[in-house]
Each structure stands twice: as structure tokens, then as C-alpha cells.
């Protein structure tokens, strides 16, 4: 839970007891409850809002496909595959044949 382990969760929960005292913590943890739940439901409508927007093709948008290498991705296909790949191969060298760099005298 979001990168949490056991004992710091327990340090998280005994600190809030101290500065928030036991008999308000109940309360607390209700009003933040509310306010997740809240937030929850305006990313809902606003993800909602913008498959409506986008039109046909984007009904299984997803938020986390709001990246744009994602979204070009999902939009353009495999066929970015094959584009990379031939690009890849341009910039690969043979493990055999090195190359040493040369300085350019006019520069100097």
C-alpha cells in the first residue's frame, strides 16, 4: 500500500494518536475518508468526461494510458514496432568493429 511496509504504517498510526489524540482520530479518519472517496468520484467524472470528449476509439481509455508514449502506442498500433526496430538496427554495431574517435584539426 503505497510502498508501505508493516512497521512504518504501525510508526504512521502511532504518531497520528499522539498528535491527533485518540478521541479525535475517529473523526479524522472519517473526514479523510470522505475526502478520498470525494477525490475518487472527480477523477471518475473527469476520465469519463474525457472519453466522451475524445470520441469513438478511445471507450477503453484508461488513465494510466494518458501517457503519450502510451497513448501513441495504443493509437498507432504495432506498426510502431516495426519502426523502431528498423531504427534500432541503424545505430547497432558490430561488437567486432571498433571505432576510435578522431579529433577534427580544423577545430583546434
Known sequence: MFGIGGGE???LLILAVILI???RLPHVA???A????????I???????????LGPGFEDLEVADLHP???IR???????DGISSEINSG????KTEKKKAQIDPDIL
Open 34 to 41: 470522505k475526502l478520498v472517496k470525494r477525490l475518487r468520484e
Open 91 to 94: 545505430f547497432s554495431l558490430d
Open 43 to 53: 477523477a471518475n467524472a473527469a476520465t469519463a468526461e474525457l472519453r466522451e470528449n
Open 21 to 23: 489524540g485518540p478521541d
Open 30 to 32: 472519517t473526514d479523510a
Open 69 to 71: 508514449k502510451k497513448l
Open 74 to 80: 495504443k493509437t498507432l498500433g504495432n506498426s510502431l
Open 9 to 11: 504504517f504501525l510508526t
